[in-house]
C-alpha cells in the first residue's frame, strides 16, 4: 500500500499502475492523473506543495481480513495532522504477487 501512495505522489503512473488489478483499479487512477494534470496546469506550485505533503505521509496497516478472493486491507493514510481512513482489496495476480483490486472509503 505506501509503495502505491509513493507512486502516486511521485507522479509515477507506471509504477502505480504495476501494482494494481489494471482492469478494475483503472478508473481510480485516470481521475487521480486527471486531477494531478489538471492542478499542474492550474497552479503547479500548489501541486508541488500538496506533492510534499504526500511525500511525507505514512501509510499504516491496521487490519488484513481474509475476503472471498483475497484479502481485505484496512489502512490509515496521515499527513500533517490530518488522516484518512481507507479499505483495499487486494488479490494475488497469475505470477502470485499481490495486487489491489479497490480501495474505498471504509465503512
Avoid at 483475497?70 to 494475488?92: H, S
Amino acid at each position: 500500500m505506501e509503495d502505491f501512495f509513493r507512486a502516486l505522489t511521485a507522479g509515477d503512473w507506471e509504477q502505480a499502475c504495476c501494482l494494481c488489478d489494471t482492469a478494475v483499479m483503472d478508473g481510480y487512477l485516470k481521475e487521480y492523473r486527471l486531477s494531478w494534470e489538471k492542478l499542474n496546469q492550474e497552479d503547479s506550485s500548489a501541486l508541488r506543495i500538496a506533492s510534499s505533503v504526500l511525500a511525507n505521509a505514512t501509510v499504516e496497516i491496521r487490519k488484513v481480513e481474509k475476503a472471498q478472493d483475497g484479502r481485505a486491507v484496512l489502512f490509515t493514510i496521515e499527513a500533517e495532522g490530518m488522516q484518512k481512513d481507507r479499505r483495499a482489496m487486494v488479490k494475488k495476480n497469475e505470477e502470485g504477487a499481490w495486487q489491489i483490486a479497490e480501495i474505498t472509503d471504509e465503512v
